[in-house]
């Protein structure tokens, strides 16, 4: 435990680096509980911090990685003990506290869910913060009156992490699954994942989004935002809802009012980072169980070594990642 290795990015006034590095202990933030990180995984949000004008990285040098799973090495806190297997991700983890890049983190108990029977480390690093968003965006959409009867719902980003995810939960939860892509390569993937339709982007958000327009889809999940975003309320059936996570499609929305005054639209916010931890453990529970995707590390997941990370992370700016990319840490 004395000496690790971690992915460690640097920024000085004249210099930027992304390299693996041996640290120690004492490099790690102060924390209850110290981690042996098994697995981590690439979220857009780490690769954004592994360049210089990313705008997540607070302080440097900095350890990335939004995402562990682990086994408890030591723990302060009577909740977890030495052995225990266990996952964290989100609230300051990988933006201003040492994140997953590392073979050993050190974290406060508050961050930390046990693992839930039904998954291993793997799958929950498979799954990740991606997974968690995709989930909680089910889960209230579900609050809010879905069910398969109701008609189709829409999954944007379908090859992203995100998307991926939730087209499988979806499918597997028998709901009708429209899934959109920009990628037409991917047409087959998503349709191995469940889905029964797959919609290019431009018939999604055509170049003239009307304030209203036909009722298409009971429901979506967007982590796009942006002009999708409005283009979706404005097809969403009367009482529908869009869950909405992301914004890789921009933060603008130029929507009106008409679909929440005329049609009762609901639109739905997804956080994951400060979600309340005991609804975060219910998703979670849901995701070993009623929620976890058939074929998840078959099909969604590949495996990437510390060394191979750096590409990775350019990768998922680039748009080249499918699925979800886990790092094997030990």
């Known amino acids: 435990m004395d000496q690790f290795r971690a ?9 930027f680096t992304v390299n693996v590095q041996t640290i ?7 924390g209850d509980v110290v981690i042996k990180v098994a697995y ?3 979220n857009y949000k780490d690769g954004l911090a592994s360049i210089p004008n990313g705008k997540i990285v607070k302080s440097y040098p900095f350890v990335p990685g939004i995402d562990l799973a682990g086994i408890v090495a030591s723990s302060k806190d009577p909740r977890f003990k030495e052995g225990d297997e266990v996952i964290a991700t989100s609230y300051e983890i990988g933006v201003s506290h040492y994140g997953g890049y590392s073979e050993y983190a050190r974290i406060p108990g508050d961050w930390i869910v046990p693992l ?17 968003t995709a989930a909680l965006s089910i889960h209230r959409l579900e609050e809010n009156g879905l069910t398969p009867e109701k ?18 939960m979806l499918a597997k939860r028998n709901y009708h699954v429209v899934a959109s892509t920009g990628k037409e390569t991917e047409h087959e993937y998503l349709r191995a994942l469940g889905a029964k339709e797959v919609l290019s982007r431009e018939e999604v958000c055509p170049e003239q989004i009307r304030p209203l327009d036909k009722q298409y889809w009971a429901a979506a999940v967007d982590p796009v935002g942006g002009r999708t975003l409005a283009a979706i309320l404005s097809r969403i059936q009367y009482n529908g809802s869009v869950a909405v996570s992301g914004l890789t499609g921009g933060a603008d929305v130029p929507t009106t009012v008409f679909p929440f005054i005329l049609r009762g639209v609901n639109l739905l916010g997804i ?11 219910q998703i979670w529970e849901r995701m070993a169980n009623d ?7 078959e099909s969604i997941a590949q495996e990437v070594t510390l060394e191979q990370l750096p590409d990775a992370l350019s990768n998922i700016l680039k748009g080249k ?6 790092v094997k840490l030990s």
Request: charged share 20%; with cysteine.
């Open 7 to 15: 992915l460690v990015v640097n920024k000085t006034e004249t210099d």
């Open 24 to 30: 120690s202990m004492n490099d790690l933030p102060e």
């Open 40 to 42: 981590s995984s690439v």
């Open 116 to 132: 839930p029977k039904g998954l291993t480390l793997k799958e929950a690093m498979a799954l990740g913060t991606a997974g968690f």
């Open 151 to 168: 008609g189709k719902v829409l999954v944007t980003g379908a090859t992203g992490g995100v998307g991926s995810i939730a087209v499988s």
């Open 271 to 281: 956080d994951s980072v400060y979600c309340p931890m005991e609804l975060r453990k």
């Open 291 to 297: 929620l976890k995707p058939d074929h998840l590390l």
């Open 321 to 326: 990642l499918r699925g979800r990319t886990v």
